[in-house]
Structure formats: C-alpha cells, structure tokens
C-alpha cells in the first residue's frame, strides 16, 4: 500500500502545484519492483482529464470556424478584385473610345466651315438642351484683353477638371495630374495658333458663324467624370462676350462651362431598338389579322376604309352606337364581317348557325373584349375562361337550381312587400320613374340572399353605392366600343380611368365588407355560406379574392337584370294595357285573396308570357362575342383560331322570319303552337349551351315576385308605345332616354 501511494504521489498530474523540485526529486519509484504487490483496481478517468479534453475540443472548433471565416472572407474580396478589374478595363476601353470620338471633334472644330453645321446638328438633330455660360471676369494680370490677340484663358468642365490654354501654342488640355483615373498620363500638345483678325474675315462671312454669334449656341454639358480631350480656336471676334465693369477695365479672364446631358449616341441606339421592337410588333400583328382577313374574303359586309375598317360606325354618340351597330348587322346575310382597325369580327345572326356556335366546345371562350369587364367585376362565371371557368360553374350551378332558391321566396316577398307600401306614397300622382324604386328592393334582395347583408336600400341607405354601379357600368361598356380607349396607356391619361377605378374600389370595399357577415343574419342559407361550404369540400376552389369576384358578378348580374326587366315588363304592361288585363285576371284566378305562395308563381302563364316578351325586345346581354380557339367549319365557312365570332341576339329577337310582329310587344309570340314553330335557338334572353345563364330560375322568381306583389295593389299607366321609346346599351338594353316613367292608380 505504502509503494502505490508513493506511485500515485510520484505521477506528475497529482503533483501538487505547490511541490518544489526538491521534494519532486527525493520521492522513489521502482515500477519493476514486485514487493508488496497488490492487484489493480479499475479507476475512473480524473476530471482534469475531461476537461482539458472539452477545452481543446472547443479550441480546435473555434480555430476551424475562424479559418473557415478568413477563407469566406478571401474568397469574397478575391471576387470584389475580379470585378474592379474588370470595371476597371471597361472604363479604360471607354475612355479610349471617348478619346477617338474627341479627336474627329477636333478635328471638324478646326474647320471654320463645319462649327456652324456642328452647332446646329446638336440643337436640331439630337434635341439635346443648349445652355452657355461664359463669363468675362476682370483681372489685372490679363495681358491680352485691350489688343484681339489671344488671351490666357482657363476652361473648366462642370467647375471640377482644371484647363489652360497656353498663350504660345493656344492649346487647350487638362491637367492631368489630378485626372482620377490615371494621375501619370501627360496630355499631349497640339499646337493651333489662333488667327488674327486679319486673317478671320472668312469667318464674318460665313453664314454659319453668323448664326452662331447671334443665337450663342454653344451649349454643351460634360460630366466631371468623362475624359475629355478638346482643343478648339476661341476667337474673342467670334463670341459676343458681354462686358463686366471692373476696378482695371483692361483684362478679363474667360471661364465657359461646358456640359453634356447625355450620351447621344448611346440613346439614339436605344430609342431606335424601341422602335424597330415597337414597328416588328405592329407588323406581326398586322400580318396575323391580315391572315384572318384573307379567310373572311367570301363574307359579305360594308364597305372598308384603310386602316380604319368599318370604324367611323361607332365613331358617334355613345346612345347611338348600339343603334348603329344592330342596323349594320341587319343589312347583310349571316355571316358577314366587320373590321375595327384592323381587328375583324364574324357576325352571326342565323340560329341554325348559332345552335352549331353554342354547342361546340372549340369555342366556349370569352372574347378578349371582356377583359374590361373582368377589370370591373373581377374574374367571375362572365368574364372567366379555361378549365377553372368550367370547374367553378361545375360547383356553383347547383346554388341557382330551383329546389335551392326556393327558400329565398319569404325575403323575395318581404321586400317586395315594403316596395309596394314605398310606392303608395306616388299613387294617383303624375308619372314617375319606377326603376328608382325597383333598383333599391332588388339591391336589398340580392344582397340579402347573395351575401346574407340587411343593407336597406329601399331606405336610400345604398344610394350612392347604387348610381356608383350604374356609371361604372357605362364606363366598361364605352372601353367595350370604343378602340381607341382599349389601349391602356391612352384609356390612363383620360378622367374615366380615374372615374371606373374609383367604382371598382366601391364595389370591392362594399362587397368585402359585408363578406364575413352572411351567415349570421338571415335563418336561410346564403349564396355565400354555400360557397363556403363548398370551399370546405374542395380545398382549391376559390381563394377569399375570388369569392369576392363571384360575389361581385352574382350581384351585378342579378340586380341589373332583374331591375332592368322589371321597368320594361311595367312600361310595357302601362302602355298595352290589355296585357296588363290578362295578367291581373290570371292572378285573381290562380291567388284570389290568398296570401302570395312560390307554388303560385308557377301557375302564372300570362305573366310569364309578358315577361318572355320583354326579354325578347330588351335582351340581357344583345351580342354576345367568343373566342376561336381552334380552325372550325359553320355551314362552308372555313374560320381560323384567334377570330372573334359576334352572336347578335338583338338581330335575332327581331328578325321578321320568326317573329309575327318583330317590333311590337305581342306576348302571344309565346303561345305553345308558337313556340314549335320557331327554332329553338331564334330565342335566346339567356345565352345557351355550356355559357348560358345559371341565374335563371333565381332571377325569374325575383322578377315574379315583384310584379305580381306590385300590380295586385296597384295598376299602371305609360304614354306612348314601344316606337316611342328608342332603346341604347351599355352591358344590358335601356331606354335611350333612360325614362321608365309610369302612373300607378290604387286598385279598389
């Protein structure tokens, strides 16, 4: 025991630091020795051991993160040197550059016949501003300023860059010793003598010279940084210098400040490659619409000016463009062109044509015309195109079916019930405007159902809300017709841009900030809180934008159609009152003094017939415009993708060979014999196939509701007759004179 404590003692980890070398010295160790010797037993690792481990193993990471470091930051001032060496060359093959283009200047300056001709290339040619700034100073030490002999002058480019002209060679040239990019370089000289005055009567007749001394057109800026080499005569004959008064009055130093704004040659490149890019595609459209000119070559219509096609027809009044256009189209058998500014339209007017138009696939896409309105209304089930349009009509047609909007009858009935007690207050008064008071009980309606809001518009809450939607329809039908407010850049610099921006930003807010709110107040489900639920189903259906965009478009869509038809059903009914008649008898029938019910609406067939009428002589939407997508074939014709195709509905609901009386209002067009007689496709209030309207239903039960509420209470007057009342558009049929003016009396 006592020789492994004197081992363990003699080992120099458990030497204590306080051991002098003496003490080390007289301790004994014998390892070989074998007295006493007991078996070893295991030991631990000494915690000195440990740590000292830990400590170098965090030194040798700490050196590797600090080497790692240094070599980052080699690398990266290694790369910086590369790119000032290259910035570097770059700026040394400028300045070469810029020195050969300062000795051809010289040169031509050395010609007394060629500085006028310079002078006036830089103001005329290349545009550049022309500002001179020559100052005479007085200065005693002036040798030269009494005789014309030439004098010590200093010129100074920007105020920075020191010149002199030397007396004796009359040169001018930087001081290059302070030049910052090589401080070594000398200037070269060039000895120019100045010429006497004597010897400078050439110059006074020329008329170059001339010019320049009256107008003093030298007037070119240098950037401090640019190097320059410029030797040039200055001839004090040759400057108007005005005169400064002085102490001496007998010398004047010579200061002129040149300054060049731009590099002209850099920028006459530039603006010539956006020109030739500019002119390339305006000729490859030119070629491409011209392609789709040579294929409507057999079509028939009117007669086409260069350039401008078929153009000056709506180059008019915006309430006779429609006029025009319907009479154009009546003129010349289906299909038949037209061309605006280069851009050509098919026109079909032929339901058996339109039938073949409606069922193909190839041709289920929106024109580009209705980017305007997809500005306004977002994109929605109207403006939309492609797979997602398919997918979300897919999902949201079952929201308009009949089974499901049946349970917005009792808020239909609500409303029209406040509408009908409103309007007592102008019974047995003079005419009025009706469609004022309909557009406010079809705004709370839709909102109602659609979003799930009580916005009480029939209270003249959402008045200004509601003349905002009615201009900024107007406005996306003017981009519609007229070409030249297409053009975007041209559309910005005029006040309707501002006008429809401050529209759209009204319907968004107001449509935004109701969104959160439909579930919460009404006891039916909205239109709204389906389309949520259907978002909970399939994940990618729409965003919180574009629920916003259907919402936006299911509210437009409803409120102008059902305002619209309903002022034109009542002005009808006003004006034929043995319609009217009819209408009040079958309700008295099918009603008698029941409460109104939706099964009643059903059994109305006089009303339904009025109102198929209306929707003939005053269509939703009167044309209707598709894309090509792909060569189809209607009827021989051969069309090519990328045609625009017009179905004009508005020339079908009037065309003679399907309606007995095309311009009157005659419901019995709509008798059942009638009907089989008459192509399907001749009526088409709606749109068809996969485009047409799934608002139908929910729009018809609105329109219904309404009118048999209004006339139960009431009957109703209008002077004149349906020729009276030429009709306009902007994105649905009006009244040109925007008047819906009817006088209702109390029935007894």
């Excluded at 007998?250 to 400040?257: E, K, P, R, V």
């Excluded at 000056?312 to 154009?328: A, G, P, S």
């Excluded at 705004?443 to 008045?463: F, K, R, Y």
Aim: hydrophobic share 35%; proline share 5%; charged share 25%.
């Amino acid at each position: 025991m006592k020789n492994c404590k004197k081992m363990v003692s003699n080992h120099s980890c458990y030497v204590s630091e306080s051991t002098t070398d003496e003490e080390t010295g007289d301790m004994e160790y014998a390892p070989n020795s074998r007295q006493n010797k007991l078996p070893r037993k295991p030991t631990r690792t000494p915690k000195c051991f440990s740590k000292n481990a830990l400590m170098a193993r965090e030194n040798r990471l700490k050196k590797k993160m600090y080497i790692t470091t240094l070599e980052s930051q080699v690398a990266s001032l290694s790369a910086d040197n590369k790119k000032m060496t290259q910035l570097h060359q770059n700026q040394s093959v400028l300045v070469k550059e810029l020195k050969n283009e300062v000795k051809y200047l010289k040169s031509v300056l050395g010609n007394s016949e060629h500085i006028g001709k310079l002078i006036r290339a830089i103001n005329f040619s290349t545009g550049i501003p022309i500002k001179s700034s020559i100052d005479r100073r007085a200065s005693p030490s002036s040798r030269d300023a009494v005789n014309k002999s030439p004098i010590a002058q200093k010129i100074v480019p920007n105020g920075e860059l020191p010149q002199e002209i030397r007396p004796e060679t009359a040169c001018v040239g930087y001081d290059f010793t302070r030049h910052p990019w090589d401080e070594t370089e000398k200037l070269s000289q060039n000895n120019i003598n100045f010429p006497t005055p004597e010897s400078t009567s050439s110059y006074y007749d020329n008329s170059d010279i001339d010019e320049l001394k009256k107008s003093l057109l030298l007037d070119i800026d240098v950037p401090s940084n640019m190097d320059v080499f410029f030797d040039d005569i200055i001839q004090e004959d040759l400057l108007e210098v005005p005169e400064k008064s002085s102490s001496s009055g007998t010398s004047a130093d010579l200061t002129i400040n040149l300054q060049e704004e731009e590099d002209v040659g850099m920028n006459f490149a530039y603006y010539c490659a956006e020109v030739f890019c500019i002119l390339a595609l305006f000729l490859a459209k030119y070629l491409w619409r011209k392609s789709r000119k040579c294929a409507a070559e057999g079509l028939q219509g009117p007669k086409r000016l260069p350039l401008l096609g078929n153009a000056l027809t709506v180059w008019c009044k915006d309430e006779d463009i429609f006029e025009n256009l319907v009479e154009c189209f009546s003129k010349y058998p289906s299909p038949m062109r037209f061309d605006i500014f280069q851009q050509l339209f098919i026109i079909f007017r032929e339901p058996a044509q339109v039938e073949k138009i409606f069922s193909t696939s190839a041709l289920t896409a929106k024109d580009d015309i209705y980017k305007f309105i997809k500005y306004f209304d977002g994109e929605g089930l109207i403006s939309g195109s492609g797979a997602k349009w398919k997918k979300d009509k897919r999902l949201l047609s079952p929201l308009f079916l009949k089974r499901n909007i049946v349970q917005y009858f009792g808020v239909m009935l609500n409303h029209a019930q406040i509408l009908a007690g409103i309007l007592e207050q102008e019974a047995d008064r003079p005419a009025f405007d009706i469609q004022h008071y309909l557009h406010r009980a079809v705004a709370d309606i839709v909102n109602e159902t659609i979003i799930g809001v009580q916005t009480n518009a029939q209270c003249g809450e959402l008045d200004d809300f509601l003349s905002c939607i009615g201009r900024g329809y107007q406005l996306v039908h003017e981009r519609m017709v007229k070409p030249w407010l297409q053009v975007e850049f041209i559309f910005r610099l005029t006040p309707k841009y501002k006008e429809l921006t401050q529209t759209r930003q009204v319907l968004r807010q107001v449509k935004k900030s109701h969104s959160h709110l439909g579930p919460k107040e009404i006891a039916c489900r909205t239109i709204l809180e389906q389309m949520l639920d259907i978002r909970d189903e399939v994940p990618d259906f729409s965003t919180d934008e574009e629920l916003i965009h259907h919402m936006t478009t299911f509210y437009s869509a409803s409120e102008d159609t059902a305002t619209s038809i309903c002022s034109f059903a009542l002005v009808m009914m006003g004006m034929y009152p043995e319609y009217q008649k009819r209408v009040v008898e079958e309700m008295h029938s099918v009603i008698g003094c029941e409460e109104l019910r939706e099964e009643h609406l059903q059994r109305l067939d006089e009303l339904q017939m009025v109102l198929k009428e209306t929707l003939r002589l005053f269509p939703i939407a009167p044309l209707l415009l598709r894309k090509v997508s792909q060569n189809i074939e209607i009827d021989g014709f051969n069309i090519p993708a990328g045609t625009s195709l017009v179905v004009s509905i508005q020339n079908i609901h009037r065309d003679p060979r399907f309606w007995a009386k095309p311009n009157d209002f005659y419901p019995e067009h709509f008798l059942p014999e009638a009907v089989k007689k008459r192509h399907p496709y001749a009526y088409l209030p709606f749109s068809a196939g996969a485009r047409g309207c799934i608002g139908k239903p929910y729009a018809y039960m609105i329109m219904k509701t309404l009118l048999v509420t209004i006339l139960r209470k009431y009957s109703v007057e209008a002077v004149g007759s349906l020729q009276d009342k030429p009709i306009t558009a902007d994105i649905s049929v009006r009244f040109k004179d925007h008047s819906y003016a009817v006088r209702i009396m109390k029935r007894v």
